[in-house]
């Protein structure tokens, strides 16, 4: 209950996740790693550029920068991404 919730430090993200019902980690859990639209892909962070989509890493589409943010080839659809902020 989170009113009942104290943020001890020491146990930082292990008393969060212990905060998250069940039924909404398992909804959250159930996102796939990319979402295709026409000629855009959705992914959290980027791809890792030269590596096919189906090859991609999971640890790449969630939390690469470089060499993605600074690649400037054509992967056959616009990567939407956020992660990073970019001016």
Do not use: K
Not at 13 to 28: C, K, N, S
Not at 29 to 38: L, N, P, V
Request: aromatic share 10%.
């Amino acid at each position: 209950n989170a009113d009942r919730l104290t943020f001890l430090p020491h146990r930082g993200l292990e008393q969060v996740i212990e905060a998250v019902p069940p039924a909404h980690a398992a909804f959250v859990e159930s996102f796939a790693d990319t979402f295709r639209f026409g000629d855009y892909l959705m992914v959290h962070a980027g791809l890792r550029p030269g590596v096919p989509l189906h090859s991609q890493t999971q640890e790449d589409l969630h939390w690469i920068r470089e060499p993605f943010l600074g690649d400037t080839r054509d992967h056959g659809f616009v990567v939407v991404h956020g992660h990073t902020i970019v001016e």
